[in-house]
């Protein structure tokens, strides 16, 4: 087995970093074994679950299928950046107050993505939200209470945005 | 009892609701799973997996593997052996040994482990890891198996625990591992003198839980033994277990567990934790044992059923008398399957009041993957039968389905055929509920040419399992605050929340203000299992029972201190002045074992047979392409009693996963074996679970007003009711629609469309007029 090292340097969550890594290890096992980040999971391993999405460049991916050396150059964020501030962001909000997990798993996973369909879309349809999270699977199936939590969080995004507009 | 509603008004959390205490750290990502552990100087371990169904291992070479750079240890069941003279574990039977002995008896049961600090050459050890077999002929269908000259254990090896597999040791030349049976009334002279009688078999699939969080053990040496730290929801059995195997006593293992990313009964009784044990015991070193997602297919499923279920009807449409023989395919090591085949078996003739019963249900080894608990213990695959005959009886007999129900059901005070006299089963206010929800006595739109519309309503029950115990201690700190020590896993659940919400009602306190240890054998105190929907009666019993003994403590210290008035039940102030500062704790504890009477063995009667029945109905529309067969659900409401339900927005996101969860088994999900018994789709790409798109566009769900009276606060458990009549509500929709009766599930899109187009061929047919 070839086991090339490789130095490589990104920022994740904000903050510069530089790390050595090999040519085989995932984005996802980068995280977890590196920076101790655990909010991104393998579940199925095969990008077909989306417990290890995390965003890479603005974008989502699954950690999993995402070569560690690839992430050189780029911005990383993970669901621990979300409440950095102390303060949970909007859509972890609106999934906590619709009880829109039950074991958790999936639940970043789940949550990155509705981030990113709500910048895409501050007022989504219902068909819109299924569309959109169609790749990110939950075995407890808390999909009635993910999709009230998505329009939650889309009607105070929305609501925040008039207030800034307002002000 | 009192009414619901003065109750709610009594009490403060429970019944009223409290979301989850976990929440944030859930949404944050930051929520402790076993997932997430590492410890130092830790190995990693892959597994090599037989490649056969059935075979004599002639010899495993695994020393071009143990030479790879890297590899630490490639270990088999030889070197096991010599820590472990017998090490061969299970709930029911001592038939899985911890890797493979002398012969393999599925493909994909472990053979040799790797182990290395780097995952990666752990697995490519694998491959350099050479295994010579001399097969054998397998058998995969349980009705063959059940009578085959292919046996799958040369003996029966029930464990101890159970009194009534007693009477199977030792016996040879049998797949059978559970023959049980019930018997009641006269079932020949009842198919004698019927006016009708319908003989019908119906088929369930093999299953995998396909829990989130792939099952992880974690072992390392401590001072005093061992400790296991698993993704496991039955602690104090593992616990058990591995002092047995080990020949130690129960307090050198210790059994630690996380919250666990969904479980559905996978991460019951003993997985991978016999393994990280030996392995952990043999190195030296910390030990991880994590599989993925395509090796939990591997390690435990949900039985293939084939149910014979014939019915004697007098021409009222009155059940006379029901004969029913099931047939589980328990694959190659028994795990909790016998359990299965009694604890649900007994209910086989479904929630209906007959007076001619006759029950065989036989747990039968075969060379497939072993089959356990899955969310429902064998009741969905029962219920699937039952009611899908119930239909079929109603439509030969022009019977509006859900009258031919009201008709048969079981009714309060009325014996059920294992003589347990029901109480506090609201069978008719369940399905008169479901009924009016799908408002179905109001016309019905028939849909179109093309898309025709149907609708079907099914209900079922589960006795909840017996004789179980719980334990749980309250404590008191100084300041006031609580602790809850229980070993209830809390899976996705809630049942940390609502162990609090029952401390805090108790105590006069804020959910928020107890904290519930996670469970620990060496803290917190044994208790069954997480399972089978026992832990809001079971442990919420225990917890209040443990709480009223910290009130009864405090109410004797303030005695014994002279105090009265309102300080007399304040621990702070008591606690100060007895101890003289912020010191000491007050300490309660609860157990509790609900009443039961064993079933006779030879005709399953029993005057108790279980503490509640729980029970679920589903009511769908359905609207079926006639061209493609393609189906779409356009309305399900799932009704259930689980008595008062304590935590309600965690009862209604428990009903709508269940129910959708079991859309799963009912459209898409099926372990497929080719004929040499290798699984074709352990993978997600192939094994298609409900995503977000498989919601019914109009979905509901309702507990009705009920109360189990020997419940904690009238409730009982409600974690599977939901999926009991998913199935067969679906199948019956579907006849309604377009005239097709699937018998087999899943139900395949093709199926359908090839049933209407050869007009009612092959396994396919019609209900009769």
Known sequence: ?167 | MQSIDQMKTDLKYVTHGTDRLEGTSKVTGRVEYIHNLTLPNMLEVKLLRSSVAHAKIISIDTSVAAKLPGVYAVITAADICKIIPSPFYGPAFHDQPILAIGKVHYVGEPVAAVLAEDVHIAEEALHLIQVEYEELPAVFDEIEAAKSEVVVHDQLKPAGTFPDLKHIAGKRNTNIALDYQLRCGDVENAFAKADHVFEHTFKTQQLMHTPLEPMVSVGELTDAGLTIHSATQSPSFVRIEIARLLGWQENRVRVKTAFLGGGFGAKLYIKLEALAAALTLIVRRPVRVAISMEEQFYTITKHATSFNIKTAVNKQGRILGRKCEVWWNGGAFADIGPRVSQKSGFTSSGPYDIENVSIDSYQVYTNLPPAGAFRGFGIPQLVWAYESQADIIARTLNIDPVQFRRMNLLKEGVAHPTGTIMKDAALLQVLDETAERMKWDQPFNRGTEKLKRGRGISIGFKALVAPTTSMAVVSLAADGSCFVYSSTVDMGQGSDTLLAMIAAEELGLEPNNVRVIHPDTDITPYDMATLGSRSTFHMGHAVRLAAREVIEKLRVLAESLGVAGNEALNPRQLLLKKYGMQAGNIVGVGSFVPEYISPDKSTGQSTNITPNWMIGATGVEVEVDVETGKFKILHMENVVDCGTPLNPKVVASQLTGAAIMQLGAVLYEEMVFDEIGQLRNASFSEYKIPGIHDVPVVMTSHAVDSIQHNGPYGAKGVGESSAFGVASAIAEAIEDAVGVRLTTLPMKYEQICRAIHQNGKGTFFKSEK
């Open chain 1, 1 to 167: 087995m070839i086991m090339a090292n490789l130095n490589i340097c990104f920022t994740l969550n904000g903050k510069p970093v530089e790390v050595s890594t090999q040519s085989h290890l995932s984005a996802l096992e980068l995280l977890r074994a590196k920076f101790f980040l655990y909010g991104a999971r393998e579940s199925c391993a095969q990008g077909l679950c989306g417990c290890c999405t995390i965003m890479v460049d603005g974008q989502t991916v699954s950690g999993c299928l995402t070569l560690a050396a690839t992430l050189d150059g780029c911005e990383v964020v993970t669901i621990e950046s979300l409440d950095a501030n102390g303060q949970l962001d909007p859509v972890q909000q609106a999934f906590l107050e619709s009880g829109a997990f039950q074991c958790g798993f999936c639940t970043p996973g789940f949550i990155l993505m509705s981030k990113e369909l709500l910048a895409l879309n501050p007022n989504p349809s219902d068909a819109d939200i299924r569309n959109y999270l169609s790749g990110n699977l939950c075995r407890c199936a808390a999909y009635p209470e993910i999709i009230q939590a998505v329009r939650l969080a889309g009607e105070r995004i929305r609501n925040g945005q008039q207030l800034k507009q307002g002000s």
